[in-house]
C-alpha cells in the first residue's frame, strides 16, 4: 500500500513540473494591447533571425532548453525513486523499471546529443549567395535560409 501511494505522489510531481510552468505562463499568452504585442512579435523574430534558424514554432532557444532541462530532471527524479524503491521493496518489478527509467535516460541523452552535432554541422548561407561550385572539389553542407 506504501508502495502504490509513494507511485501516485511521483507520477502526481511528475504532473505538476509539465503542468504548473505553462498554467503560471499562460497570462503572458493573453492578447496585450498593440504596440506591446508587436514589440513582442518583433523580439521573437529578431531572435529567430539572429540564431540564423527557428527553434521551433512561437518557442525561443531560451524555452526549448528550459524544457530539455526540466525533462531531464524528471527523468533524474523518476529514476532516483525507482532506485530507492526497488531497494526498500526488495521488488524485481520496481528494478526493472529503474533500468528502464535508466534506459530512458540513456536514449533522451542520445538524441540531444546528436542533436547538438548535427546543429554544429550545419552551415548556413543566406538565399542569395549560394553557389553552384563546390568549395576544393567536396561538397559541402548547405542549408539554405531566406533573409
Sequence with gaps: MDSILI??????????????PPILNSRRETPLASTAEYSRIAARLNTVQNEGQPVGV??????????RRRTLATLAMAAGMSLI????????????????????IAWYVAVL???KQSRTQQVIVPAGSVSSAPVHGEPQPVRVVAS
Design 58 to 67: 512561437g518557442m525561443s532557444r531560451k524555452a526549448v532548453l528550459a524544457r
Design 85 to 104: 524503491l526497488a531497494l526498500t521493496t526488495r521488488s524485481l518489478g520496481w528494478l526493472f523499471t529503474h533500468i528502464a527509467v535508466d534506459a530512458g
Design 7 to 20: 507511485f501516485l505522489l511521483v507520477i502526481g510531481g511528475v504532473w505538476a513540473i509539465y503542468l504548473v
Design 113 to 115: 546529443l546528436q542533436i
